[in-house]
């Protein structure tokens, strides 16, 4: 059997890592770079490609450019957050087949899954020229507050890009344990997570090898390209204020603008003033070239995304009220996600935990280190010193309709995982034949106001007055997270799993879905 290697599926970026001769090694590309935008781009020769490459083609055709398909994974056509991407984005985001959510470039469709199969590919490829050998087995990392329907997405993504998924780890879980593993620590963490796209905060108590997850909580949609799409909208004001255009719906503007919003914060966490230049943005209805030229300071751009920052503290605070802990109980904050690197973000992290941020661990590897360590632990469970114990959380409640529209919750949030919960449903009318049974996650007192998992009806039930046919369903939350039911009818005595067909952008189960290794444009 070959290296398991770990792998952190990013927004912006990702990292691969594997534990070599006892050590996490960072693969880095051919240039030396130890992470690649998780980009994919269409149309520039026969085959997507990935990376840095796929980057370079962002600046002159952003709309066959995908960037983000982590925001999209896993969601269904229509939701709040897919409109705000469609908004956002230079590419397509439409309804594919069967409804499910798509993202259209030059023509044909692909669902986010398949995008990020594309960068899981790239990624693999890194790790097997670095190795020399081939990989099959990785850990991949998710946020902690992605639900079942993204964890099955990137589980689908992992088949399409021939890879066995050992297991869907939670981001600041994997940075808990690159940064506590077989160093004897004894204390409670607050893993703080801003990364490109997503925010979670996770509070872990580590005892030597053994780490417990005792709360977490996320904002799925809340990251660095909201930063970048911030300042972005103030310099398309300043530009149409300097031009006398209303440029706000052109996409590739927009998409140019973020660009340079997105280089003008990474310049600005270096400190100074930075002078934002994009050269012949935009050709004018009698062909002038028209150029945007301004100049940000930190105050100015800490005024446009303060907002942001203190969402995080929300999130915060509701991590630490579900974990019973108040700020003094944590001995660290560790700072995990590229956006920890700008410095209003480690500010308001100190003076809201009310003390210095741990900045000891790399904010872009230790999510990928953390993701090795564990497909090390999974796959040399015989050698010594290759059992840590990692108990994590459910980080959504999990529950289904009840009349009413209701949503009865069956494993609250911040349950250990793995977990099951057994309810019995009756039949409410006379000879009922079957039930039908909406599984939902999420926290709203309402049915509609959580994420439907999918839905399942529970047919060929014996024909009795009502009440007099029970059906037992068990709802099991696996180690990744993922939500499985199976159900025994309590006439016939019959036991059937139930697969919730995920509703959110798995393109197929994985068994029926196409490998490949690089998609053909
Ligand atoms: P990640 O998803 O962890 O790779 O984080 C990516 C996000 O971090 C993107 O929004 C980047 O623009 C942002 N980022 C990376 N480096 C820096 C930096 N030095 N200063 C500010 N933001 C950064």
Redesign the pocket.
């Known amino acids: 059997m070959g290296v398991a290697i770990g792998i952190?599926l990013?927004?912006?970026?990702?990292?691969v890592c594997a534990v070599v001769d006892g050590e996490p090694v960072v693969f880095a590309d051919k240039e030396g770079r130890r992470?690649q935008p998780s980009i994919v781009a269409f149309g520039y020769g026969k085959s997507a490609v990935v990376g840095w490459r796929a980057r370079r083609q962002l600046l002159y055709a952003p709309e066959s450019t995908v960037i983000s398909a982590k925001r999209l994974i896993g969601r269904r056509a229509g939701a709040e957050e897919v409109e705000r991407m469609k908004a956002q984005c230079a590419y397509g985001i439409t309804e594919g087949e069967g409804g499910e959510l798509a993202v259209r470039v030059q023509g044909k469709l692909f669902t986010p899954a398949e995008i990020s199969a594309h960068v899981l590919v790239h990624m693999k490829k890194i790790a097997e020229e670095a190795l020399g050998e081939s990989v099959t087995q990785a850990v991949i990392t998710v946020p902690a507050y992605f639900n079942d329907n993204q964890r099955q997405a990137t589980r689908s993504a992992a088949a399409m890009a021939g890879l066995e998924c050992l297991r869907i780890l939670n981001e600041p879980t994997a940075a808990a344990l690159a940064y506590g593993f077989n160093k004897g620590k004894r204390q409670h963490v607050a893993v703080y997570?801003?990364?490109?796209?997503?925010f979670d905060i996770s509070i872990l108590r580590i005892d030597d090898d053994f780490f417990e997850v005792i709360a977490t909580s996320g904002d799925t949609f809340l990251?660095?390209?909201d930063?970048?799409y911030a300042a972005a909208d103030q310099f398309m004001e300043l530009f149409c204020a300097q031009t006398g255009l209303d440029l706000r719906a052109n996409r590739t503007v927009r998409m140019k603008l973020r660009e340079a919003a997105?280089r003008a914060?990474?310049a600005?966490?270096?400190g100074g003033d930075v002078e934002v230049s994009v050269p012949a943005l935009h050709r004018a209805a009698g062909g002038q070239e028209l150029g945007f030229h301004t100049t940000v300071d930190r105050f100015t751009y800490d005024q446009w995304v303060l907002p942001l920052v203190s969402r995080t503290f929300d999130v915060c605070d509701d991590a630490l009220k579900a974990a019973g802990m108040s700020i003094r109980q944590i001995d660290h904050v560790l700072m995990?996600?590229?956006?920890t690197?700008?410095p209003l973000v480690r500010e308001a992290v100190r003076d809201h935990f009310r003390k210095p941020p741990n900045t000891t661990v790399n904010?872009?590897e230790v999510?990928a280190i953390g993701a090795a360590i564990q497909a090390w632990n999974l796959t040399n469970t015989e050698v010594e010193g290759g059992g840590s114990v990692l108990l994590d959380v459910t980080p959504q409640s999990l529950g289904v309709r009840t009349l009413g529209g209701f949503c009865e919750t069956l494993i609250p949030r911040n349950t250990a995982i793995p977990t099951e919960s057994t309810k019995v449903f009756h039949t409410a009318v006379d000879n009922q034949t079957e039930v039908r049974i909406s599984v939902c996650q999420g926290e709203g007192r309402m049915a509609d106001d959580n994420e439907l998992l999918g839905e399942f009806v529970l047919g060929g039930l014996a024909e009795k007055p009502r009440g007099q046919v029970r059906v037992r369903v068990t709802f099991e939350i696996d180690t990744d997270g993922i939500v499985h039911v199976r159900a025994i009818d309590s006439v016939l005595g019959l036991e059937r799993s139930i697969r919730i067909e995920s509703s959110g952008g798995a393109s197929a189960a994985p068994e029926q879905s196409h490998r490949f290794d690089d998609i053909d444009f």
């Open positions: 952190d990013g927004t912006s970026n990702s990292c992470t997570d801003l990364g490109g796209g997503t990251g660095g390209d930063f970048d997105e914060k990474v600005l966490s270096g995990v996600g590229g956006m690197r700008y904010p872009d999510v």
